[in-house]
């Protein structure tokens, strides 16, 4: 009896390891493919955008330059853009439900990356905690920055600067505000 489990088990160890290598194999060949894109070194220069999920965020949004005429489409399009209902006296703000889901969660992916790898991302995190923002919220509010930030860094054809997107503490704590 132990003998099979022995067996078993080194037969899952096997399937793994030959797994561990596909998966290596595919992201390296991604990685190439990825670095090829006009667009690459923008979206690589973002925090928290490494070659697979770069491909997966620029995979899903498309290349068409003028797909997205402003900020705005594109986050709506993302789904990190938040539906506010007001009636009356009630106010509400909620995710987006219409959205293109694998992009959402590979855009809410990228924001919890980001964190720490950008000090002006994690200062706006950090400042939507202490409001008394979920994790949730937090990270998807981050995210719609972050997809702001990835349209002007594409329209104007120059890579992330830490020093632009995020200028001074006093600035990210009134955004988040």
């Given at each position: 009896?132990?003998?099979?489990?022995?067996?078993?088990?080194?037969?899952?160890?096997?399937?793994?390891?030959?797994?561990?290598?596909?998966?290596?194999?595919?992201?390296?060949?991604?990685?190439?493919?990825?670095?090829?894109?006009?667009?690459?070194?923008?979206?690589?220069?973002?925090?928290?955008?490494?070659?697979?999920?770069?491909?997966?965020?620029?995979?899903?949004?498309?290349?068409?330059?003028?797909?997205f005429s402003d900020a705005r489409g594109r986050k709506a399009y993302a789904g990190t853009a938040p539906i506010t209902?007001?009636?009356?006296?009630?106010?509400?703000?909620?995710?987006?439900?219409?959205?293109?889901r694998r992009l959402a969660d590979a855009c809410e992916r990228w924001a919890f990356c980001s964190l720490t790898q950008s000090a002006g991302g994690r200062r706006y995190y950090?400042?939507?905690?202490?409001?008394?923002?979920?994790h949730s919220q937090a990270t998807r509010q981050l995210a719609n920055r972050w997809v702001g930030i990835l349209h002007a860094c594409l329209e104007r054809h120059q890579p992330y600067r830490e020093e632009v997107a995020w200028p001074d503490r006093a600035q990210v704590l009134r955004a988040a505000a």
């Open positions: 009896m132990a003998d099979a489990f022995g067996a078993a088990s080194a037969a899952r160890v096997a399937v793994l390891v030959s797994l561990n290598a596909q998966i290596a194999e595919l992201e390296r060949a991604l990685g190439e493919h990825f670095d090829r894109h006009p667009d690459a070194e923008i979206l690589r220069s973002l925090p928290g955008l490494g070659p697979v999920l770069g491909a997966r965020v620029l995979g899903e949004f498309g290349d068409d330059p003028n797909r209902k007001a009636s009356g006296r009630s106010l509400v703000v909620l995710a987006r439900v219409a959205r293109n950090d400042a939507l905690r202490a409001r008394g923002k979920t």
